[in-house]
């Protein structure tokens, strides 16, 4: 459980940080709104549901990034038809949330970061909404969803509205390396190198 809401987490949040420095009207717009709802103080868990747009980019993060790609592995108890597939009894299936959520049949633009995406829609990724299944669904989802949620969205929004970022060196959005190394989870094969600069009463 540890596991399942700690490593994939930080490692959704070094993608959510490579999406937003990559666009940077993204990052205006999720900055801005943490600075509107929380003006004054540092933001709290129960700030989360006030905050529609960070949540988008966290949506959007976990569509283009979902930290296990292919879900944890099933096996059929018996055999069925499906779409007409036969899967005999015994076999081990596997499900590409990856290439789930990046379908163009479901996804218009699918490759490209765009949290609008979302704003007044009603999609989740709890299991319900097939075309965006990061943690699985039904019950055999991942165990640590819930704490995965919970840090996600408290962990971004204290980076942003503590720190602006600036990347280092001679890297640039436009050359910042995206390729993926594929373990356990989804990383960035070149981890990110930023400069943090404290913001002053949450602006700068």
């Given at each position: 459980?540890?596991f399942a809401?700690?490593?994939?987490?930080?490692?959704?949040?070094?993608?959510?940080?490579?999406?937003?420095?990559?666009?940077?009207?993204?990052?205006?717009?999720?900055?801005?709104?943490?600075?509107?709802?929380?003006?004054?103080?540092?933001?709290?868990?129960?700030?989360?549901?006030?905050?529609?747009?960070?949540?988008?980019?966290?949506?959007?993060?976990?569509?283009?990034?979902?930290?296990?790609?292919?879900?944890?592995?099933?096996?059929?108890?018996?055999?069925?038809?499906?779409?007409?597939?036969?899967?005999?009894?015994?076999?081990?299936?596997?499900?590409?949330?990856?290439?789930?959520?990046?379908?163009?049949?479901?996804?218009?633009?699918?490759?490209?970061?765009?949290?609008?995406?979302?704003?007044?829609?009603?999609?989740?990724?709890?299991?319900?909404?097939?075309?965006?299944?990061?943690?699985?669904?039904?019950?055999?989802?991942?165990?640590?969803?819930?704490?995965?949620?919970?840090?996600?969205?408290?962990?971004l929004a204290?980076?942003?509205?503590?720190?602006?970022w600036e990347?280092?060196?001679?890297?640039?959005?436009?050359?910042?390396?995206?390729?993926?190394?594929?373990?356990?989870?989804?990383?960035?094969?070149?981890?990110?190198?930023?400069?943090?600069?404290?913001?002053?009463?949450?602006?700068?």
């Amino acid at each position: 459980m540890f596991f399942a809401g700690s490593e994939t987490t930080s490692s959704t949040i070094e993608w959510a940080m490579a999406e937003l420095l990559r666009g940077p009207g993204a990052m205006k717009n999720v900055k801005e709104e943490i600075d509107r709802v929380v003006p004054n103080r540092k933001v709290e868990k129960s700030d989360i549901d006030r905050l529609p747009y960070l949540q988008a980019v966290v949506k959007e993060t976990l569509r283009l990034h979902p930290a296990i790609p292919l879900l944890v592995p099933r096996n059929s108890m018996e055999d069925s038809n499906y779409m007409g597939y036969h899967i005999p009894k015994n076999t081990q299936v596997f499900v590409n949330a990856w290439a789930i959520a990046r379908d163009p049949e479901s996804w218009n633009d699918p490759l490209s970061f765009k949290p609008e995406r979302f704003l007044g829609k009603d999609i989740e990724y709890k299991g319900q909404h097939f075309e965006l299944i990061p943690f699985g669904s039904g019950r055999r989802s991942c165990i640590g969803y819930s704490l995965a949620h919970r840090v996600l969205h408290l962990a971004l929004a204290t980076l942003l509205q503590s720190f602006n970022w600036e990347l280092s060196g001679s890297v640039t959005p436009e050359t910042m390396d995206m390729r993926e190394s594929v373990g356990i989870s989804v990383r960035k094969l070149i981890p990110i190198k930023v400069i943090p600069k404290k913001r002053i009463g949450g602006r700068r």
